[in-house]
């Protein structure tokens, strides 16, 4: 089984380059069925989820060229099945799409209901309540969601928490629905601006997605497009702690310096030097950083998906900081690893508080999602000695090349799948 090893202590020096916007393609792919003619996108990052989906929507009988590792071209005029049903599929969350992409250009899907990251319950009840009050009749049956209208029907839709995939799903269908809809309270997230951007380019009437109002006025059909995916907010802010917590130089490119705000300011705050360029951003890291406190929120607050690479850049940082989350409940599973590496955090329901240590240690210790995987391999570069991170599929899942950018910047890691190959590693960094 593959995993990462590491050996830590070194500052990361350098420069990296951001791969394109996993959950945004993820958005965007799914839409791209909802016309017959051809798009071509670029800036495809090349990671398990967005291959797994391409393989789904050949799967359902759409042309999928890879122009290259990170273009692609999809025709959907020869789909013949509205019932997505893959092995693969089932795993990731993001496959919901095709709930909202399928309904709204054929009025009618199938779609098992989604897996994904194991951060807490994800239900999707406001995505279910968008798609009835166009019009269309849901059901869950059969570990599947089930939606049919003879007519999708504009709307006026709040919604009762902020949800990306609902706001995104609701978007694809009321985009060929007959009128007008207004989606409240939607999730603001760039990746969310990216896949309306993407479906007007095709033809679509949607405003002030990135607001606190989406207007849809839906139109009859879509049409091919040529569109470039926006740079990963969240892989640029974990390059960005990754400088933070080695006490490293690091300018990571290609980037939208706005999106990365939130992050930028707390990096700020515990005394890392952070300079904007138009597309990059460098982040300097100090001998000492000190302490603060995080909430997680909707965009533009601080991002989820930053929680854990934040965490243990603090867990190196002098004093008490307080970390909240408060959007996945089940997000703190990493502490239990990061204790065994020497951290020192406690959770109380959805805050961890962390003391700062001095040093972290390295040890064996498991990915238990995406984003805490990537957490563990920086922290593991920042320990001393060894660290092997175990369960890398996750990490895999939304990283593009993970540890060659890593060893572009000077870490010491290599993925290996043998025991031998640890000791290969081993003996190479001595
Ligand atoms: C998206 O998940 C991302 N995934 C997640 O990225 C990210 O953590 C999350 O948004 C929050 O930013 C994709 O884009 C594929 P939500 P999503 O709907 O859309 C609750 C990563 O690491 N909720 O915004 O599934 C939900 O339980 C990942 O790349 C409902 O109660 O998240 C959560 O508490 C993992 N009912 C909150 O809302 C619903 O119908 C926000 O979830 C929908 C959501």
């Not at 854990?308 to 603090?314: D, K, S």
Request: one cysteine or more.
């Amino acid at each position: 089984m593959e995993q990462y090893i590491m050996k830590g202590g070194n500052p990361l020096v350098g420069e990296v380059t951001v791969s394109g916007a996993k959950n945004a393609a993820l958005g965007i792919l799914a839409a791209s069925i909802m016309t017959d003619e051809d798009v071509l996108i670029e800036n495809l990052p090349d990671v398990r989820d967005i291959n797994v989906l391409l393989e789904a929507i050949e799967e359902i009988g759409a042309s999928v060229k890879r122009l290259d590792r990170h273009t692609v071209q999809i025709n959907a005029a020869k789909i013949h099945a509205v019932s997505v049903d893959d092995e693969y599929i089932r795993r990731i969350r993001a496959s919901y799409y095709f709930i909202g992409a399928l309904l709204g250009k054929y009025k009618s899907a199938q779609v098992p209901l989604p897996g994904g990251c194991n951060i807490g319950s994800r239900p999707i009840d406001q995505h279910l309540k968008g798609f009835r009050a166009l019009g269309a009749r849901v059901e869950v049956s059969g570990g599947a969601v089930v939606a049919h209208a003879i007519d999708l029907v504009g709307s006026h839709i709040y919604l009762d928490m902020v949800s990306v995939g609902a706001t995104i799903n609701i978007m694809m269908a009321a985009t060929l629905a007959e009128g007008e809809t207004i989606i409240e309270n939607p999730a603001k997230e760039p990746h969310v601006v990216d896949v309306a951007n993407f479906l007007n380019s095709m033809g679509a009437n949607i405003k002030g997605a990135g607001t606190d109002v989406i207007r849809i006025r839906g139109v009859k059909h879509l049409h091919g497009t040529e569109y470039s995916i926006i740079p990963d907010q969240i892989e640029a802010g974990t390059f960005m702690c990754a400088a933070a917590i080695t006490r490293g130089d690091v300018m990571v490119q290609n980037v939208i310096p706005k999106h990365l705000e939130a992050i930028s300011a707390k990096l700020i705050e515990m005394g890392c030097e952070v300079t904007e360029f138009d597309e990059a951003v460098r982040v300097v890291g100090r001998p000492k950083h000190w302490h603060t406190d995080i909430k997680t929120l909707p965009y533009p607050g601080f991002p989820t998906d930053m929680q854990p690479q934040m965490t243990v850049t603090l867990a190196l940082a002098e004093g008490t900081s307080v970390v909240t989350e408060s959007i996945f409940e089940n997000r703190f599973k990493y502490v239990d690893e990061l204790s065994r590496m020497g951290g020192r955090v406690k959770v109380e329901g959805n805050t961890a508080i962390i003391t700062g240590v001095k040093q972290l240690t390295g040890a064996q210790v498991n990915a238990p999602d995406l984003r805490a995987g990537a957490a563990l391999v920086i922290a593991g570069l920042a320990a001393e000695g060894y660290t092997v991170v175990d369960e890398i599929g996750y990490i895999q899942r939304g990283y593009e090349n993970f540890e060659k950018k890593l060893q572009g910047l000077g870490a010491m890691i290599e993925k290996v799948d043998s025991e031998k190959e640890a000791q290969k590693f081993k003996l190479k960094v001595g």
